[in-house]
């Protein structure tokens, strides 16, 4: 991990002392930092979410990794009860100033505060690359969804077509970077986003390993060509 004036930046060994305090420095400007970075994709990424989990009024979703809760916040203008889940202190502050509607609770991925199949479906959205053990963040998600409940991982992904993506890791590691530190409230924090990015499984590799935590039913869904995948499954 290495430490600046403006902050710090994670560990591709993703400490969770380590994670959680990189994403407290960039809480104060992360949600506006993320839709300059995405061109403004965020917003469809979560609508997407939204609908990939077929959420009806009334139903409980969990959304783990909620950051500021502008997740929580999309998930819930489907009639479900959404709550929303964080590590870092300091992106729940954030977000409960200017969301105070929303429900968010401080807990770890690894170990949910809530009682066996609380749920009816549950999601992540780019957090489950930085738990360190995402498989046991999985089968701690299946954990805490009912018989038959839905699972939704939101993530970066590998774009498909070859000179897109080509282009598209150009970006990830030279510009993003450059980008950030325009906006960002900690900046070097965007070089670790990139690199653990760079380093996360492609499509049916992230398949596998959802199939392996025990959800059954498991397909993906590339959005923006692949830059970002939604995998689907269902518990069983």
């Not at 060994?13 to 300059?36: C, H, I, Q, W």
Request: hydrophobic fraction near 45%.
């Amino acid at each position: 991990m290495s430490r600046t004036p403006q902050g710090q930046r994670a560990g591709l060994d993703k400490s969770p002392t380590e994670v959680a305090a990189m994403f407290d420095g960039v809480a104060a400007r992360y949600d506006l930092t993320n839709t300059v970075l995405s061109f403004g994709q965020d917003r469809s990424w979560r609508r997407a979410t939204r609908a990939a989990l077929g959420l009806l009024p009334g139903e409980r979703v969990l959304d783990v990794g909620a950051g500021t809760g502008v997740s929580t916040q999309e998930l819930a203008r489907s009639g479900a009860y959404a709550v929303g889940v964080d590590l870092s202190q300091g992106m729940l502050r954030a977000g409960r100033r200017v969301r105070p509607e929303v429900p968010l609770l401080a807990g770890d991925a690894l170990r949910l505060p809530f009682a066996d199949a609380s749920f009816d479906a549950v999601t992540i959205s780019f957090a489950l690359r930085n738990v360190n053990d995402p498989g046991a963040a999985l089968r701690e998600l299946a954990r805490v969804t009912r018989p038959g409940g839905r699972l939704v991982v939101c993530e970066f992904s590998t774009p498909v077509n070859p000179a897109f993506r080509t282009v598209y890791l150009s970006y990830l590691m030279r510009s993003l970077p450059t980008v950030a530190r325009t906006v960002s409230s900690n900046p070097d924090a965007y070089v670790y986003l990139a690199e653990s990015i760079r380093a996360w499984p492609d499509q049916a590799a992230l398949a596998a390993r959802v199939g392996a935590a025990g959800w059954g039913r498991v397909a993906w869904r590339n959005l923006t060509g692949g830059v970002v995948a939604l995998h689907r499954a269902v518990r069983a």
